[in-house]
């Protein structure tokens, strides 16, 4: 690593293969990785957290001054979700960040203020997993068939008609279909023709109906399935992780058991042993909006110190990155009260204790001219005729006709005469345009960034040695906690078996004994600057919380060195040492 930041900001330069300005497939994020945790091998770990089906590693960087440490860490994740392929690019842009600002301390990065990039590089680890379904995203860059996580089927017993997304027509592409029906629900748009609008009662027709591009498996010869997202993709990642998870039917796409995919199962596997991990961030498209937790009660049931915190992160997002935060249970159900089961994101928060949240990234909607309803879910569900035209008229002018195509008259194997073609919302609606990923890369790093200086800060200082008598000494440390959220980072997560209270213990050398005291004492939680009592106000400040420092003491003999230890789980440890005699 060279030690002249304006050497290591041209090193790192060089190693970009462009993920800001374009989707990279496997290889090009392999690359990418590689290059950084060979370039820069003090600061960056990389380790593979399994392999798909398809033989893919799942790439997972460590970042920071000490990246094999027990330090708190924040968390990154993104297309967990085949389409969605813009977390890859934020998630890497996060990482190259993070590595800019420890490699370039003294270059601004973004408005980071220069006190806070400080502390990022001291005392923050940061797990980046850039693409979790390598193996669907591979099939979306390649043949842009739709896949919600992961291109395989396991289901057993399915017998009746379904869906098979494919290439039929040998153009290398598998988009959209559209055949001639007169009880079909959709008619071509008078000022666009190749633009399916839904067909309103003073249609005159021709009418189509729409269909994936692709085959009919165990198809009768008659009746044609209704499209569906899951057709022939078993599992939505985002309904496979442990926390409330459920079968189908109860929840679609739930996956055999909880973690049955090896990605998730290796996600969970990594965290689990993880208990430092207190900021996740889980990236998603499309919407430009952030769901925080809960997701299976109104905020009137929620840890009232969490919701707080949330609050204050929601004004974060509205400032820094430009999108709203809401509640997963209060905007965000797809069916009243009914909350998702096996979401990352609740297990995150919930079985992890971690600051988390999910952000759907690019809001379509604003760069539309939309308005942007509330709840939030309603701007996936109730947009107008008129809206679709918005659309259309906004993929002409801004982003080169990405998403209306042309169709294309072909034979079906199964179907007769169709047309293929017409609809590719990869590029302008699922994500944004390559070239508009700069801009989002910067606004999303800005708000992790900020998301991540809230870590718990563990110090020993005070640590001193008073002489008694002859030999005998006290010695004593004071355990601080700097940071902004409390040693157990969550109201809600000071109950979890594992988030255990901070303990500072002595060691000590040849030479030296001790006398007074467990080797271990417990300092108890230590809160953060962050803890507001209720009743202050701008015209009565107050300081709330519970204790943000403890002091422990031993007695000792004799003449030699002593190293004293604290931490907990959730912090890491940090040590002191000190000579006696």
């Known amino acids: ?10 090193q790192l330069e060089a190693m970009s293969v462009g993920f800001r300005a374009s989707y990279v497939t496997y290889d090009e994020l392999t690359r990418q990785v590689r290059a950084w945790a060979e370039g820069f091998p003090e600061i960056v770990r990389l380790q593979s957290l399994g392999k798909t089906p398809e033989g893919r590693d799942i790439w997972l960087l460590a970042i920071g001054r000490d990246p094999d440490g027990d330090g708190p860490a924040a968390w990154v994740d993104g297309n967990m979700h085949a389409v969605e392929l813009a977390g890859s690019s934020v998630a890497l842009a996060i990482a190259e960040d993070v590595i800019r600002n420890l490699v370039c301390p003294t270059e601004p990065l973004h408005d980071l203020p220069a006190h806070l990039g400080a502390l990022l590089r001291q005392d923050v680890v940061f797990y980046v997993l850039p693409r979790m379904c390598p193996d669907g995203a591979e099939s979306v860059l ?3 068939g739709y896949v919600r996580s992961n291109p395989r089927d396991d289901r057993l017993g399915r017998g009746a008609p379904f869906w098979k997304i494919g290439d039929v027509d040998g153009d290398g592409i598998a988009l959209s279909m559209r055949r001639l029906d007169p009880a079909g629900d959709f008619v071509g748009s008078p000022e666009d023709p190749d633009l399916m609008l839904p067909r309103r009662v003073e249609d005159a027709g021709p009418f189509y109906a729409v269909y994936p591009e692709g085959t009919i498996e165990h198809w009768d010869g008659f009746l044609i399935p209704a499209p569906d997202y899951l057709s022939d993709n078993a599992v939505d990642m985002n309904r496979n992780f442990p926390y409330g998870w459920a079968p189908e039917p109860h929840q679609k796409g739930a996956g055999a058991y909880a973690t049955s995919e090896p990605e998730s199962r290796a996600v969970v596997a990594f965290t689990s042993k993880h208990p430092n991990i207190f900021a996740w961030v889980n990236l998603h498209c499309f919407g430009g909006v952030y769901i925080r937790p809960s997701g299976e009660k109104p905020d ?14 929601g004004q974060w997002a509205e400032d ?4 709203p935060m809401v509640s997963g249970f209060e905007e965000f159900l797809y069916e009243p009260d009914k909350p998702l089961c096996g979401d990352l994101s609740a297990y995150a928060y919930t079985q992890r204790g971690a600051v988390s949240m999910v952000c759907e990234l690019w809001d379509f909607w604003k760069q539309v001219g939309l308005p942007v309803l509330r709840p939030f879910v309603w701007n ?11 659309m259309a008229a906004w993929d002409r002018e801004h982003n080169q006709k990405r998403i209306i195509g042309a169709w294309r008259p072909f034979v079906h194997p199964q179907l007769g005469p169709v047309e293929i073609g017409g609809h590719d919302p990869r590029f302008g609606i699922w994500n944004p345009p390559p070239e508009r990923l700069g801009e989002l890369c910067e606004r999303q790093s800005r708000f992790f960034l900020r998301l991540a200086s809230l870590s718990p800060r563990p110090r020993l200082v005070d640590v001193r040695a008073t002489r008694i008598e002859g030999d005998l000494w006290e010695v004593s440390a004071v355990v601080e906690n700097l940071g902004f959220l409390p ?28 006398v007074s005291g467990e080797h271990e004492a417990v300092v108890g939680h230590l809160e953060g600057w962050g803890a507001v009592d209720p009743m202050s106000s701008p015209g009565f400040p107050r300081t709330g919380g519970g204790p943000r420092r403890g002091r422990v003491r031993w007695i000792v003999r004799g003449r030699g060195g002593i190293t ?18």
């Open 564 to 581: 004293i230890h604290a931490g907990s789980p959730r912090v890491g440890k940090v040590e002191a040492r000190l000579e006696v005699g």
């Open 487 to 514: 040693t157990f980072v969550l109201s809600s997560a000071k109950s979890l078996p594992w988030n255990d209270v901070v303990r500072a213990r002595i060691s000590v050398g040849e030479g030296v004994t001790l």
């Open 142 to 144: 390649r043949t842009g």
């Open 380 to 390: 996936y569900e109730r947009r107008t005729r008129e809206d679709t035209l918005r």
């Open 300 to 313: 009137s049931r929620m840890d009232p110190t969490d919701l707080t915190l949330y609050r204050m992160l």
């Open 320 to 323: 820094l990155a430009g999108y």
């Open 1 to 10: 690593m060279s030690k002249d930041p304006s050497g290591a900001r041209a």
